[in-house]
């Protein structure tokens, strides 16, 4: 499935593997997490980057130990209207993890943005909707209220705008 | 009141812009309607029985006369030449069309007005008080607060696709008049000894299908870590809340699921875990805020007003309007002046383009600008000196809005209901007109003193009947309309949940229902007490052997 990264379409050259498909010898893999439990020590072995597919139900805390050998976070998406990850995604970003961060599942065009906003960098795109519509979707809006958002795209942020006098403002996060 | 900045201004526009685009593409069919549903509901546009309803954010049920003539102007070019004031201090169009939606939403901007997040699963319009800055037990003026939260719940990324809606009252007084207990998240400003501001912090009130008073999880937050907690709060909700039955997904839920400790508990894990440092409350930035909640220039004057006592002596009519309508305001001269959209057998909270602009130019004239929407579905015009209420009074008299009705019998807070909404299981309206016509007489009404009728038309409770002194749920039984009657409830700092009474009536024998309740408390009550006040004490037997014993 095509991805959305950074601004631009891009094959996905990940290789997911389910909870009990052969595992290959070499590439980046994607597992499960129940997956990433059960195996971690030959996990971590692996002659390739290792990502997992986070769910929706499992505590972000457990994710810790496992942080510094992760290249990529998938969280999914059932539903368009199942806002979960996007609390997992800044809970991710704030216990330190920097990689890729992707949404993948039911996603809309116009959630990419608030998506961003939280800490996500790529997106399952699927072929529902043109490229031109991601792309314009992902840029609908260039000021936020909120402060300490991700705004890759170079949004604003309203009250450090507001405020320019102030001495230098939080750090943005750093997103992968 | 607040006036947007050039940022303000562009997020709002920018965001008309993007609900322009999704409208076009939903008319091309590019967007099916399920993918629009929720796109369109952050923007406010129902589909309801016979149109689109477009519902307008008043924040904190503040207006300036000019966004109240922008609302006339709409009413009469896209709707039918009336609105509908709602519960929640905001206004609906009932006869929108689609194609209309964005230059409303255009036009609404010009007078710095929107309608994000009035629907859909996010964080609603913020309410408080309609006395805001006005009343005479105020400890301070919520509003800054409440915009504050306004533009944090504005877009937020994180919270914008929620388990279910979530609302958020404040108030600054000890006399709740924002129903900070019946709210997902309620705010109620104290002071310590020293003086300085914080606020209690309850959670998981709400009415709908299960009516729950809120739980107090924090005495006294300090105002700086205000928005950082409600993230917490927030994100323990986004996160354990509910999915799988909308039915249970409210916040109130999952804390008595989970129970009020362990509830709290998660929440200050969360707060203790978060990073707060671009979430604090800046000292700076409350302050540019409260700079527009600065009083208006009050002129120094007698707290006796010899034009208006006149006045009270020798007009009867505007004596009794006096009476339920005006309160004391907090500066010496100056009274808050409430104007009923409740006339006898009217629509509660409808008001025509004409009324709209009455209430705007008197506004203008005589209220620093300023008009308040308050949640029983009235006006406030919040400031306005007392030798200038008679004049007031013959201008809202000459134009069907001088009822002397607030708090009585006749102040009744409806819901749509059948007539309009398609979730209804009965109507509401027609209800709430009938008892309007049989307590038409004003002087009874004041005789019967302090009470709230509310009706709502299905068990979703828009019409607030679980907290009415008297609330009156419409429901279908196999295609009869019929109307369950609860006793004993209120929204104010003592709260409480009303009682079923026993078995409901056919619409027509309602009236009849509440005249015999009535009376029973009017048989039974001591020198000077209230309806609820008596229904406490008395229980609900008697009231119950009025109404069944005969039958
Ligand atoms: C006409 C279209 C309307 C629809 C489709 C609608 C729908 C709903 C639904 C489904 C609920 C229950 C939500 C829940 O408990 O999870 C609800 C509650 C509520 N609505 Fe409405 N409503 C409408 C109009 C109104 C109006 C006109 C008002 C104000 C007069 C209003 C104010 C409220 C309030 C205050 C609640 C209840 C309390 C709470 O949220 O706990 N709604 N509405
Ligand atoms: S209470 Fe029911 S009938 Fe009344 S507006 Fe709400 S959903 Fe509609």
């Known amino acids: 499935m095509p991805l959305l990264k950074n601004g631009s379409i891009i094959s996905d050259d990940w290789i997911t593997i389910g909870l009990e498909d052969p595992r290959p010898e070499s590439g980046d893999i994607v597992v499960p997490y129940a997956r990433l439990l059960k195996e971690w020590e030959s996990l971590t072995d692996h002659d390739g980057r290792l990502g997992v597919i986070f769910t929706n139900i499992d505590r972000v805390e457990a994710l810790t130990l496992f942080l510094p050998r992760l290249a990529l976070i998938v969280l999914p998406f059932p539903s368009f209207t199942d806002g979960r990850a996007y609390s997992l995604a800044r809970q991710i970003r704030e216990i330190g993890y920097t990689r890729e961060l992707r949404a993948a599942g039911n996603v809309l065009p116009d959630q990419v943005q608030f998506m961003l906003q939280v800490g996500f960098d790529s997106f399952e795109i699927g072929d529902r909707f043109s490229a031109d519509i991601w792309l314009k979707a992902s840029r609908q809006m260039s000021l936020a209220y909120q402060r300490g958002l991700f705004r890759p795209l170079g949004q604003q942020e309203v009250w450090s705008e507001r405020h320019r006098e102030a001495e230098p403002w939080l750090e943005q996060p750093h997103a992968g | ?551």
């Open chain 2, 1 to 551: 009141m607040y006036r947007y900045d050039e940022f303000d201004r562009q997020f709002v526009t920018e965001r008309v812009a993007q609900f322009r685009d999704q409208a076009s593409r939903r008319l091309s069919g590019a967007l099916t309607e399920d993918e629009f549903r929720p796109l369109r509901l952050m923007n406010g546009l129902y589909l309801q029985l016979h149109a689109y309803m477009l519902r307008i954010a008043v924040p904190y049920g503040t207006l300036s006369s000019r966004q109240l003539n922008t609302l006339a102007f709409i009413a009469e070019k896209w709707d039918r030449g009336y609105g509908h004031f709602t519960t929640r201090q905001n206004i609906q169009f009932n006869w929108i069309k689609l194609e209309d939606t964005a230059d409303i939403l255009s036009k609404l901007a010009e007078v710095e007005m929107h309608a994000i997040q009035t629907s859909g699963n996010c964080i609603r319009n913020v309410t408080t008080d309609q006395w805001a800055g006005a009343a005479a037990d105020e400890i301070a003026d919520p509003r800054p607060v409440g915009e504050l939260v306004r533009q944090w719940s504005s877009l937020h990324p994180e919270f914008s696709y929620l388990p279910r809606k979530f609302k958020i009252a404040v108030t600054g007084a000890p006399n709740d008049r924002a129903a900070v207990k019946v709210h997902d998240i309620g705010l109620r400003l104290h002071l310590n000894d020293k003086g300085e501001r914080g606020w209690e912090v309850l959670v998981g009130g709400g009415l709908g299908r299960t009516p729950v008073i809120g739980v107090t999880v924090r005495d006294f937050l300090p105002e700086h870590e205000l928005i950082a907690y409600l993230e917490a709060i927030m994100r323990v909700y986004n996160l354990y809340g509910r999915r799988d039955n909308k039915y249970k997904a409210r916040i109130k839920i999952l804390v008595h699921e989970l129970g009020a400790d362990k509830f709290r508990a998660e929440v200050e894990a969360e707060y203790a875990r978060r990073p707060h440092a671009d979430t604090k409350v800046e000292e700076r930035e409350l302050q540019r805020i409260s700079a527009y909640f600065a009083p208006p220039k009050f002129e120094k004057l007698p707290r006796w007003s010899a034009t208006f006592e006149e006045a009270r002596a020798r007009n009867k009519e505007f004596a009794a309007w006096v009476k339920t309508n005006v309160a004391a305001h907090r500066i010496d001269g100056y009274a808050i002046a409430n104007v009923s959209l409740k006339p006898e057998g009217g629509i509660p909270g409808d008001a025509t383009a004409d009324q709209m602009r009455v209430v705007a130019d008197l506004a203008q004239r005589y209220a620093f600008d300023e008009i308040r929407v308050s949640h029983h579905q009235n006006l406030v015009l919040p400031h306005v000196r007392r030798d200038d209420l008679f004049a007031i009074w013959k201008v809202l008299n000459a134009n069907g809005l001088a009822a002397s009705n607030i708090g009585l019998a006749g102040d009744i807070i409806a819901c749509p209901g059948l007539d309009y909404c398609s979730l209804a299981t009965a109507r509401s309206i027609p209800i709430a007109q009938s008892i309007s016509r049989r307590f038409a007489d004003l002087n009874r009404q004041h005789e019967i003193g302090p009470l709230r009728i509310n009706i709502s038309g299905c068990i979703n409770a828009c019409g607030h009947h679980h907290v009415g002194h008297i609330g009156i749920l419409g429901l279908d039984k196999k295609g009869e309309e019929y109307y369950q009657i609860t006793l004993g409830g209120s929204s104010s700092e003592s709260a409480s949940i009303g009682t079923i009474l026993g078995p409901g009536f056919a619409g027509e024998d309602v009236p009849d229902a509440i005249e015999k309740i009535v009376n029973t408390y009017l048989a039974h009550r001591q020198p000077g007490e209230e309806f609820l006040a008596a229904y406490r004490r008395l229980g609900a037997q008697p009231f119950k052997e009025a109404l069944y014993a005969a039958a």
